[in-house]
């Protein structure tokens, strides 16, 4: 029991004297890592606009290969033409999301 409370009043302080420490630590950045900086923030902005314009293009491809395989399925006979249709929308869903670059990651102040 008087380990519980040893290790409870440990983490109480541990965790209330986080934010203190932290603020401390912090110092002024230089004016080349202020530059530094704001640059990769810009970058960071124009790439996010390029990956969110291709996700959003990407999101419509599918939305019209879904709606191509869906009267191709309705309008199929076959299992083979309904099989055909559905690697047609697979091989279209693929091509579209290929096509959205990978997210970018948010510069980290140094």
């Given at each position: 029991?008087?380990?519980?409370?040893?290790?409870?009043?440990?983490?109480?302080?541990?965790?209330?004297?986080?934010?203190?420490?932290?603020?401390?630590?912090?110092?002024k950045l230089t004016p080349e890592q202020k530059a530094a900086f704001?640059?990769?923030?810009?970058?960071?902005k124009t790439n996010i606009e390029a990956y969110r314009t291709a996700?959003?293009?990407?999101?419509?491809?599918?939305?019209?290969?879904?709606?191509?395989?869906e009267a191709a399925r309705t309008a199929a006979a076959t299992p083979?033409?309904?099989?055909?249709?559905?690697?047609?929308?697979?091989?279209?869903?693929?091509?579209?999301?290929?096509?959205?670059?990978?997210?970018?990651?948010?510069?980290?102040?140094?």
């Open positions: 029991m008087k380990l519980r409370k040893i290790a409870a009043a440990a983490l109480a302080l541990t965790l209330m004297s986080a934010p203190f420490a932290s603020a401390t630590e912090t110092a704001q640059a990769a923030k810009a970058t960071f996700r959003e293009a990407a999101k419509g491809q599918v939305a019209t290969a879904k709606a191509t395989f083979e033409a309904k099989k055909a249709a559905r690697d047609a929308f697979v091989a279209a869903k693929n091509a579209a999301h290929a096509s959205v670059p990978t997210k970018p990651t948010k510069p980290v102040r140094p």
